[in-house]
């Protein structure tokens, strides 16, 4: 089963330390049965692995308590993007200071349509990608206009680092109202091919043939991606959305993968529906769904379609997995150009994303802090940017969400 915290990153460890409220004799048990079954993972990795703060404290004795200061920085690949990203990215950078959270980032300015994207460019984020394992990013936004390349320097970063599946989680947010409440599906989109292939030509004048690729072994990887995150997160049934009554041939290989695969997990219910109708069905009745897989250019419509249903895209966070790297970014791929520098933006969806980032590293005390003091803002209905419908600033927010950063759990 795949596991996304399997993606350890390169850390400059000070000491090492062990937390936990049961009696010694049984921890140290515990840590040299770990060490019996890491030290197999060969020397570099498994020097990267004792590196790592290791907690027992936090499933066996409650709440873990704010750590007096971290034993380890971990090294995060930034990449603020265009539109609002490098505002919703200030933001962030100002949250984790606050919480005092042990990252360090490496920001690179990656953008087509501000001339700072180039081969240079692009090779200094994949190497520190390479490094460090982890990043944070916002919309890398790819002009219209045709200049001599089909893909887009969003679509190289994805396929370089061979970042296929794609996660959005859609929550309800405590505390803000929408059409459809208490929502809670996931959404798994394959995002290396379909549509997104770019290999487009003119055959003859004013005739483009556009070509959608799919193939057997990405369909079943992205299948098995779906099944084995509701088997990991306790989900019970998947959907595959598709067209296959149309694109009987490529879309009709995607759902049969997907068959094959619903065949080697007789626990979890599978369905499949046509897209259009998905779309009509999560509009009328967004319940009847759990987790969702589908092609690419299905996904990217169903993840804005989702994100409309609990308040937009500014709320609902993503991530990107690779079997080596994690990327975590908005659910609802958006630049939001014309708010720049106005401060009207909504940070939610960056800092939730941030937020999961933190639990992927293993920080959960930092990543719940910051998951809470969110949903907090939210929930006490105060501090509201203009997208859910108050007056406050960018800054506002973020300011709030400082001030509730110490405070105990949400139930």
Not at 70 to 81: N, R
Not at 102 to 112: G, K, Q, R
Not at 329 to 344: K, M, S, Y
Request: charged share 20%.
């Amino acid at each position: 089963m795949y596991n996304s915290r399997q993606h350890v990153v390169t850390a400059s460890p000070q000491k090492k330390k062990y937390s936990c409220c049961i009696p010694g004799i049984m921890a140290a048990a515990l840590r040299g049965s770990l060490v019996t079954l890491v030290k197999g993972l060969g020397g570099p990795r498994w020097q990267q692995l004792a590196s790592r703060h290791l907690s027992l404290s936090a499933g066996l004795c409650g709440p873990e308590t704010p750590p007096s200061r971290a034993d380890t920085t971990f090294k995060v690949t930034m990449i603020p993007g265009d539109g609002v990203g490098p505002e919703l990215m200030t933001a962030v950078k100002e949250v984790f200071k606050a919480g005092d959270v042990p990252i360090e980032f490496e920001e690179f300015h990656l953008s087509e349509v501000q001339n700072m994207a180039s081969e240079e460019k692009l090779e200094q984020v994949l190497t520190s990608m390479k490094t460090n394992k982890v990043a944070i990013k916002g919309k890398i936004h790819a002009p219209m206009e045709y200049k001599g390349e089909l893909a887009s320097y969003e679509m190289k970063l994805r396929r370089k680092l061979d970042l296929f599946a794609n996660v959005v989680h859609v929550n309800s947010l405590p505390g803000y109202s929408t059409r459809h409440n208490n929502l809670d599906l996931v959404i798994i989109r394959e995002q290396t091919e379909g549509e997104y292939s770019a290999l487009e030509h003119e055959s003859v004048t004013g005739v483009i043939e556009c070509l959608k690729i799919i193939t057997r072994d990405k369909s079943r990887r992205i299948a098995k991606f779906a099944f084995d995150y509701a088997t990991k997160k306790g989900r019970n049934k998947v959907t595959a959305v598709h067209k296959a009554n149309i694109m009987k041939l490529g879309d009709g290989l995607f759902l049969q993968s997907c068959a094959e695969v619903a065949q080697l997990y007789p626990k979890i219910k599978y369905e499949n529906i046509i897209i259009d109708n998905c779309c009509m069905q999560l509009v009328q009745n967004p319940y009847q769904f759990d987790v969702l897989v589908m092609p690419n250019l299905y996904g990217n419509i169903i993840d804005n379609l989702a994100a409309g249903l609990v308040g937009g895209a500014g709320v609902v966070p993503g991530e990107s997995f690779s079997a080596e790297y994690a990327v975590f970014e908005t659910g609802a791929r958006h630049p939001f150009a014309q708010a720049v520098g106005r401060n009207i933006a909504n940070p939610t969806a960056m800092l939730l994303s941030a937020a999961n980032m933190l639990r992927h590293l293993n920080l959960e005390f930092h990543s719940q802090m910051v998951s809470d003091a969110v949903k907090r803002v939210i929930k006490q209905g105060k501090v509201r940017t203009r997208d859910l419908g108050g007056y406050s600033t960018t800054g506002d927010f973020v300011h709030a969400v400082v001030g509730n950063l110490r405070h105990r759990p949400i139930h």
